[in-house]
Protein backbone atom coordinates (compact mmCIF):
# COMPACT_ATOMS: atom_id res chain seq x y z
CA UNK A 1 0.00 0.00 0.00
CA UNK A 2 1.37 3.43 -1.17
CA UNK A 3 1.90 6.05 1.70
CA UNK A 4 -1.14 8.33 2.22
CA UNK A 5 -0.68 12.08 2.59
CA UNK A 6 -3.91 13.89 4.05
CA UNK A 7 -4.61 17.82 2.16
CA UNK A 8 -7.67 18.97 2.88
CA UNK A 9 -6.32 21.94 4.92
CA UNK A 10 -8.08 24.32 2.49
CA UNK A 11 -11.47 23.56 4.37
CA UNK A 12 -12.59 25.25 7.13
CA UNK A 13 -13.09 22.56 10.06
CA UNK A 14 -15.01 22.89 13.39
CA UNK A 15 -15.70 19.44 15.57
CA UNK A 16 -18.59 19.13 17.41
CA UNK A 17 -18.53 20.30 21.46
CA UNK A 18 -19.92 17.82 23.61
CA UNK A 19 -21.67 19.17 27.05
CA UNK A 20 -22.34 17.24 29.98
CA UNK A 21 -25.68 16.20 30.87
CA UNK A 22 -27.61 15.88 34.27
CA UNK A 23 -27.86 12.28 35.15
CA UNK A 24 -31.42 12.59 34.86
CA UNK A 25 -30.81 13.13 31.14
CA UNK A 26 -28.80 10.04 30.27
CA UNK A 27 -30.68 7.84 28.39
CA UNK A 28 -30.06 4.08 28.72
CA UNK A 29 -33.04 2.78 27.20
CA UNK A 30 -30.98 1.80 23.64
CA UNK A 31 -28.32 -0.08 25.48
CA UNK A 32 -27.61 -2.93 23.60
CA UNK A 33 -28.38 -6.65 24.70
CA UNK A 34 -26.05 -8.52 26.96
CA UNK A 35 -25.91 -11.75 28.25
CA UNK A 36 -25.92 -11.64 31.74
CA UNK A 37 -25.43 -15.10 33.10
CA UNK A 38 -21.98 -14.92 31.51
CA UNK A 39 -20.93 -11.79 34.19
CA UNK A 40 -20.70 -10.67 37.35
CA UNK A 41 -22.93 -7.46 37.14
CA UNK A 42 -21.53 -4.33 39.38
CA UNK A 43 -23.75 -1.99 37.84
CA UNK A 44 -26.77 -1.80 35.76
CA UNK A 45 -26.71 1.67 34.51
CA UNK A 46 -24.20 2.28 32.97
CA UNK A 47 -23.67 -1.36 32.88
CA UNK A 48 -20.40 -2.80 34.04
CA UNK A 49 -19.87 -6.42 34.52
CA UNK A 50 -16.75 -8.82 34.07
CA UNK A 51 -16.75 -12.56 33.09
CA UNK A 52 -16.83 -14.97 36.03
CA UNK A 53 -13.27 -16.61 36.46
CA UNK A 54 -13.98 -20.20 35.50
CA UNK A 55 -15.62 -18.96 32.11
CA UNK A 56 -13.19 -16.03 31.49
CA UNK A 57 -10.11 -19.06 31.69
CA UNK A 58 -11.60 -21.90 30.01
CA UNK A 59 -13.07 -19.45 26.83
CA UNK A 60 -9.55 -20.24 25.64
CA UNK A 61 -6.63 -17.79 24.59
CA UNK A 62 -9.15 -15.54 23.00
CA UNK A 63 -11.79 -14.41 24.91
CA UNK A 64 -15.48 -14.40 23.03
CA UNK A 65 -17.47 -10.95 22.63
CA UNK A 66 -19.74 -12.16 24.83
CA UNK A 67 -17.73 -13.39 27.55
CA UNK A 68 -15.12 -9.99 27.40
CA UNK A 69 -15.27 -7.65 30.29
CA UNK A 70 -17.56 -4.12 30.03
CA UNK A 71 -17.08 -0.88 31.23
CA UNK A 72 -19.09 2.18 30.84
CA UNK A 73 -19.37 5.09 32.29
CA UNK A 74 -22.95 6.39 30.74
CA UNK A 75 -25.19 4.66 28.08
CA UNK A 76 -23.83 2.99 24.99
CA UNK A 77 -24.03 5.37 21.79
CA UNK A 78 -26.00 4.26 18.58
CA UNK A 79 -23.49 5.40 15.76
CA UNK A 80 -23.65 5.29 12.26
CA UNK A 81 -20.68 3.95 10.35
CA UNK A 82 -21.32 5.81 7.26
CA UNK A 83 -22.38 9.08 9.52
CA UNK A 84 -19.35 8.69 11.52
CA UNK A 85 -16.00 11.43 11.40
CA UNK A 86 -12.72 11.16 13.28
CA UNK A 87 -11.11 14.58 13.89
CA UNK A 88 -7.55 14.81 14.01
CA UNK A 89 -5.61 18.40 15.70
CA UNK A 90 -2.60 19.24 16.50
CA UNK A 91 -1.74 22.17 18.77
CA UNK A 92 2.04 23.14 18.74
CA UNK A 93 2.23 25.13 21.44
CA UNK A 94 0.22 25.87 25.05
CA UNK A 95 -0.08 30.00 23.99
CA UNK A 96 -0.03 31.77 20.87
CA UNK A 97 2.53 35.14 20.29
CA UNK A 98 -0.47 37.25 22.12
CA UNK A 99 -0.51 34.93 25.04
CA UNK A 100 -4.07 33.50 23.97
CA UNK A 101 -4.42 29.70 24.38
CA UNK A 102 -2.91 28.38 20.73
CA UNK A 103 -5.23 27.01 18.48
CA UNK A 104 -5.68 23.39 17.18
CA UNK A 105 -5.73 22.98 13.30
CA UNK A 106 -8.45 20.37 12.58
CA UNK A 107 -8.55 17.73 10.16
CA UNK A 108 -11.30 14.94 9.34
CA UNK A 109 -11.40 11.43 8.37
CA UNK A 110 -14.36 9.21 7.71
CA UNK A 111 -14.80 5.57 8.16
CA UNK A 112 -14.12 4.79 4.98
CA UNK A 113 -10.33 6.39 5.09
CA UNK A 114 -9.88 4.73 8.20
CA UNK A 115 -10.68 1.51 6.91
CA UNK A 116 -8.72 1.89 3.39
CA UNK A 117 -5.99 4.67 3.11
CA UNK A 118 -3.45 3.05 5.87
CA UNK A 119 -2.15 -1.02 6.45
CA UNK A 120 -4.45 -2.75 8.63
CA UNK A 121 -2.57 -4.60 11.31
CA UNK A 122 -3.86 -6.69 13.88
CA UNK A 123 -2.83 -7.22 17.35
CA UNK A 124 -3.64 -9.56 20.41
CA UNK A 125 -3.79 -7.76 23.73
CA UNK A 126 -5.44 -8.46 26.69
CA UNK A 127 -8.31 -8.85 28.21
CA UNK A 128 -7.88 -10.66 25.71
CA UNK A 129 -9.17 -10.39 22.40
CA UNK A 130 -7.37 -9.94 18.47
CA UNK A 131 -7.80 -6.41 17.48
CA UNK A 132 -7.61 -5.47 14.05
CA UNK A 133 -6.99 -1.99 12.46
CA UNK A 134 -4.51 0.86 11.65
CA UNK A 135 -1.20 2.27 13.11
CA UNK A 136 -1.74 5.33 15.37
CA UNK A 137 1.39 6.12 14.28
CA UNK A 138 0.78 6.03 10.51
CA UNK A 139 -2.33 8.28 10.61
CA UNK A 140 -0.75 10.79 12.63
CA UNK A 141 2.36 10.61 10.36
CA UNK A 142 0.51 11.07 7.53
CA UNK A 143 -2.59 13.57 8.63
CA UNK A 144 -0.90 15.71 11.30
CA UNK A 145 3.42 15.15 10.67
CA UNK A 146 5.77 16.65 13.16
CA UNK A 147 8.14 19.96 11.90
CA UNK A 148 11.40 17.98 11.86
CA UNK A 149 12.58 21.27 14.24
CA UNK A 150 10.17 20.04 17.17
CA UNK A 151 10.36 16.44 16.78
CA UNK A 152 12.91 15.66 19.67
CA UNK A 153 10.39 18.23 21.77
CA UNK A 154 7.29 17.03 20.97
CA UNK A 155 7.96 12.96 21.05
CA UNK A 156 9.57 13.41 24.56
CA UNK A 157 6.78 16.25 25.76
CA UNK A 158 3.33 16.27 23.76
CA UNK A 159 0.37 13.99 24.16
CA UNK A 160 -2.54 12.86 22.13
CA UNK A 161 -5.75 13.54 23.95
CA UNK A 162 -8.65 11.09 22.73
CA UNK A 163 -12.17 12.07 23.18
CA UNK A 164 -14.91 9.65 22.32
CA UNK A 165 -18.41 10.17 20.68
CA UNK A 166 -20.82 9.62 24.17
CA UNK A 167 -22.38 11.33 26.83
CA UNK A 168 -20.94 10.39 30.41
CA UNK A 169 -22.51 10.99 33.89
CA UNK A 170 -18.91 12.30 34.97
CA UNK A 171 -17.73 14.82 32.03
CA UNK A 172 -19.09 16.09 28.83
CA UNK A 173 -17.53 12.68 27.00
CA UNK A 174 -15.06 10.43 28.14
CA UNK A 175 -11.52 11.22 27.08
CA UNK A 176 -7.94 10.14 28.07
CA UNK A 177 -4.61 10.55 26.57
CA UNK A 178 -1.12 9.12 26.12
CA UNK A 179 2.18 10.22 25.42
CA UNK A 180 3.65 11.19 22.27
CA UNK A 181 5.98 8.82 22.63
CA UNK A 182 4.24 5.67 22.95
CA UNK A 183 1.39 6.84 20.04
CA UNK A 184 4.28 7.37 17.47
CA UNK A 185 6.55 4.12 18.70
CA UNK A 186 6.07 1.62 15.69
CA UNK A 187 6.77 -1.26 18.28
CA UNK A 188 4.22 0.14 20.86
CA UNK A 189 1.31 -1.28 18.48
CA UNK A 190 -0.66 1.45 19.58
CA UNK A 191 -4.08 0.90 16.64
CA UNK A 192 -7.28 2.32 16.15
CA UNK A 193 -9.35 -0.84 16.03
CA UNK A 194 -12.79 -1.30 13.85
CA UNK A 195 -12.44 -5.49 14.30
CA UNK A 196 -12.51 -7.51 17.06
CA UNK A 197 -12.02 -11.07 16.66
CA UNK A 198 -11.70 -10.89 12.92
CA UNK A 199 -15.59 -9.13 12.89
CA UNK A 200 -16.77 -5.59 13.09
CA UNK A 201 -17.01 -4.09 16.93
CA UNK A 202 -19.96 -4.45 18.59
CA UNK A 203 -21.61 -1.51 20.26
CA UNK A 204 -20.76 -2.25 24.14
CA UNK A 205 -16.59 -2.68 22.73
CA UNK A 206 -16.67 0.94 20.90
CA UNK A 207 -18.07 0.75 17.71
CA UNK A 208 -17.01 1.55 14.88
CA UNK A 209 -14.06 2.47 15.73
CA UNK A 210 -11.77 2.51 19.74
CA UNK A 211 -8.77 3.17 20.37
CA UNK A 212 -6.23 -0.31 21.81
CA UNK A 213 -3.26 1.02 23.41
CA UNK A 214 -1.62 -2.56 24.44
CA UNK A 215 0.30 -2.69 27.72
CA UNK A 216 -1.02 0.28 29.31
CA UNK A 217 -4.37 0.61 31.15
CA UNK A 218 -7.39 -0.11 29.78
CA UNK A 219 -9.03 3.66 30.64
CA UNK A 220 -6.04 4.56 27.63
CA UNK A 221 -7.94 2.68 25.25
CA UNK A 222 -11.01 5.01 24.23
CA UNK A 223 -14.41 3.57 22.62
CA UNK A 224 -16.30 5.67 20.61
CA UNK A 225 -13.35 7.42 19.47
CA UNK A 226 -14.03 10.73 17.42
CA UNK A 227 -11.73 13.21 18.78
CA UNK A 228 -7.47 13.08 18.64
CA UNK A 229 -5.69 15.92 19.32
CA UNK A 230 -1.72 16.30 19.50
CA UNK A 231 -1.23 18.59 22.69
CA UNK A 232 1.29 19.83 25.06
CA UNK A 233 0.25 18.45 28.01
CA UNK A 234 -2.14 15.78 28.75
CA UNK A 235 -6.15 15.57 28.32
CA UNK A 236 -7.91 17.53 30.94
CA UNK A 237 -10.66 14.76 31.32
CA UNK A 238 -11.70 13.52 34.66
CA UNK A 239 -11.01 9.99 33.89
CA UNK A 240 -7.16 11.56 33.47
CA UNK A 241 -6.94 14.09 35.75
CA UNK A 242 -10.07 14.67 38.08
CA UNK A 243 -9.72 18.29 38.54
CA UNK A 244 -12.84 18.31 40.82
CA UNK A 245 -10.64 17.04 43.87
CA UNK A 246 -9.91 20.18 46.46
CA UNK A 247 -6.26 17.96 47.39
CA UNK A 248 -3.77 19.80 45.56
CA UNK A 249 -1.80 16.44 46.24
CA UNK A 250 -4.20 14.47 44.14
CA UNK A 251 -2.94 16.19 40.79
CA UNK A 252 0.48 15.97 41.65
CA UNK A 253 0.38 12.10 41.49
CA UNK A 254 1.36 10.70 38.25
CA UNK A 255 -1.50 9.73 35.89
CA UNK A 256 -1.80 6.17 35.35
CA UNK A 257 -0.16 4.19 31.87
CA UNK A 258 1.53 1.12 32.00
CA UNK A 259 0.23 -1.50 33.85
CA UNK A 260 1.98 -3.20 36.39
CA UNK A 261 2.57 -6.92 36.76
CA UNK A 262 -0.68 -8.92 37.62
CA UNK A 263 -1.65 -12.41 38.58
CA UNK A 264 -5.09 -14.13 38.89
CA UNK A 265 -6.22 -17.33 39.80
CA UNK A 266 -9.35 -18.27 37.78
CA UNK A 267 -10.13 -21.99 38.91
CA UNK A 268 -10.97 -23.25 41.60
CA UNK A 269 -12.35 -20.23 43.29
CA UNK A 270 -13.18 -18.96 46.76
CA UNK A 271 -15.14 -21.39 49.13
CA UNK A 272 -15.73 -24.26 46.59
CA UNK A 273 -15.98 -27.51 47.50
CA UNK A 274 -13.58 -30.15 44.88
CA UNK A 275 -15.76 -33.38 45.33
CA UNK A 276 -12.87 -35.87 43.90
CA UNK A 277 -9.49 -37.21 45.09
CA UNK A 278 -7.76 -36.62 41.93
CA UNK A 279 -5.04 -34.04 41.54
CA UNK A 280 -6.45 -30.53 41.20
CA UNK A 281 -5.38 -28.28 38.04
CA UNK A 282 -4.99 -24.71 39.17
CA UNK A 283 -5.46 -22.75 36.41
CA UNK A 284 -5.54 -18.49 35.73
CA UNK A 285 -3.72 -15.78 33.32
CA UNK A 286 -0.39 -13.49 34.44
CA UNK A 287 0.07 -9.65 32.52
CA UNK A 288 2.85 -7.17 32.54
CA UNK A 289 3.23 -3.73 31.11
CA UNK A 290 4.95 -2.33 28.44
CA UNK A 291 5.40 -5.34 26.16
CA UNK A 292 7.55 -7.01 29.08
CA UNK A 293 7.48 -11.06 29.08
CA UNK A 294 5.91 -13.33 32.33
CA UNK A 295 8.95 -15.66 33.03
CA UNK A 296 8.12 -16.94 36.20
CA UNK A 297 4.56 -17.51 38.09
CA UNK A 298 4.92 -19.30 41.88
CA UNK A 299 1.64 -21.33 43.71
CA UNK A 300 1.72 -21.51 47.06
CA UNK A 301 -1.44 -23.88 48.71
CA UNK A 302 -0.49 -23.07 52.01
CA UNK A 303 -0.97 -19.12 52.52
CA UNK A 304 2.42 -17.93 51.13
CA UNK A 305 4.42 -20.39 53.25
CA UNK A 306 6.24 -22.49 50.55
CA UNK A 307 6.12 -22.26 46.92
CA UNK A 308 6.37 -23.98 44.01
CA UNK A 309 6.47 -22.41 40.00
CA UNK A 310 3.64 -23.51 37.61
CA UNK A 311 3.83 -26.41 35.19
CA UNK A 312 3.32 -24.41 32.35
CA UNK A 313 2.30 -20.47 31.07
CA UNK A 314 1.62 -20.22 27.34
CA UNK A 315 2.67 -16.39 26.35
CA UNK A 316 2.91 -15.35 22.65
CA UNK A 317 4.63 -12.66 21.54
CA UNK A 318 3.50 -10.37 18.75
CA UNK A 319 4.61 -11.97 15.20
CA UNK A 320 5.53 -8.16 13.82
CA UNK A 321 6.86 -6.18 17.18
CA UNK A 322 8.36 -9.49 19.34
CA UNK A 323 6.43 -7.33 22.24
CA UNK A 324 4.34 -9.30 24.81
CA UNK A 325 0.58 -7.82 24.99
CA UNK A 326 -0.75 -10.65 25.48
CA UNK A 327 -1.86 -12.75 28.98
CA UNK A 328 0.43 -15.38 29.70
CA UNK A 329 -2.01 -18.65 30.62
CA UNK A 330 -0.50 -20.72 33.27
CA UNK A 331 -1.41 -24.10 34.79
CA UNK A 332 -0.24 -26.07 38.08
CA UNK A 333 -1.22 -29.49 39.51
CA UNK A 334 -1.63 -29.80 42.63
CA UNK A 335 -1.36 -33.65 44.03
CA UNK A 336 -3.92 -32.97 46.52
CA UNK A 337 -5.13 -29.73 48.53
CA UNK A 338 -5.51 -29.19 52.36
CA UNK A 339 -8.81 -29.60 54.01
CA UNK A 340 -9.07 -25.93 53.90
CA UNK A 341 -6.51 -24.23 51.52
CA UNK A 342 -5.52 -20.93 50.97
CA UNK A 343 -4.08 -20.40 47.50
CA UNK A 344 -1.70 -17.53 46.65
CA UNK A 345 0.26 -17.08 43.25
CA UNK A 346 2.55 -14.55 42.13
CA UNK A 347 4.38 -13.55 38.81
CA UNK A 348 7.75 -11.81 37.57
CA UNK A 349 7.96 -10.08 34.70
CA UNK A 350 11.24 -10.23 32.20
CA UNK A 351 12.35 -7.01 34.21
CA UNK A 352 12.44 -8.74 37.37
CA UNK A 353 9.61 -7.36 38.54
CA UNK A 354 6.85 -9.43 40.95
CA UNK A 355 3.99 -9.11 42.47
CA UNK A 356 4.52 -7.31 46.06
CA UNK A 357 2.99 -9.86 49.18
CA UNK A 358 0.84 -6.40 50.56
CA UNK A 359 -0.61 -3.63 48.48
CA UNK A 360 1.62 -0.91 48.46
CA UNK A 361 -0.12 2.41 49.22
CA UNK A 362 -0.56 5.24 46.82
CA UNK A 363 -2.39 8.27 47.20
CA UNK A 364 -5.16 6.98 44.17
CA UNK A 365 -5.62 4.21 45.64
CA UNK A 366 -5.33 2.11 42.42
CA UNK A 367 -2.80 -0.35 40.68
CA UNK A 368 -2.76 -2.71 43.77
CA UNK A 369 -1.24 -5.68 42.67
CA UNK A 370 -0.06 -7.86 45.64
CA UNK A 371 -0.48 -11.69 45.66
CA UNK A 372 -3.92 -12.74 44.59
CA UNK A 373 -5.84 -15.21 46.95
CA UNK A 374 -7.67 -17.50 46.91
CA UNK A 375 -9.39 -18.97 50.51
CA UNK A 376 -11.26 -21.81 51.97
CA UNK A 377 -10.87 -24.10 48.83
CA UNK A 378 -11.99 -27.78 49.81
CA UNK A 379 -10.89 -31.37 48.03
CA UNK A 380 -13.02 -34.08 49.60
CA UNK A 381 -13.07 -37.48 48.07
CA UNK A 382 -16.88 -37.84 46.88
CA UNK A 383 -16.98 -41.39 49.17
CA UNK A 384 -17.43 -38.75 52.30
CA UNK A 385 -20.15 -37.18 51.47
Not at 7 to 17: L, R, V
Not at 176 to 196: C, F, H, N, Q, W
Request: glycine share 6%; net charge negative; hydrophobic share 35%.
Amino acid sequence: MEPYTYNNTHESIHPPQHCKKELCDLDYSQDPPRILSNYLVHAPRPFNAEPHLPLLINSGSITPEDVFFKRNHGPIPNIQLEDHTVYIGIQRGLHDNQGQPAPVEWKALDMNDIMTKWPKVTITASLQAVWSGPRLCDILHSVVGVPQELHHEMIRNFHVAFEADDHVKEDACYGSSIPLRKAMDPLGDVILAYEMNGKPLTRDHGYPLRVIVPGYIGARSVKFLQKMIVQPQESSSFFQVDSTNVDSAWDSSPSLGEMNVQCVICTPMDKEVILSSQPVTVKGYAIAGGGRAIYRVELSIDGGKTWEPVDKIEQTPDRVSGMYWAWALWEKEVSKLHTTSQLVVRAYDSSGNMQPEFPIWNYRGVMNNAWFRVSNVIQMPQHNM
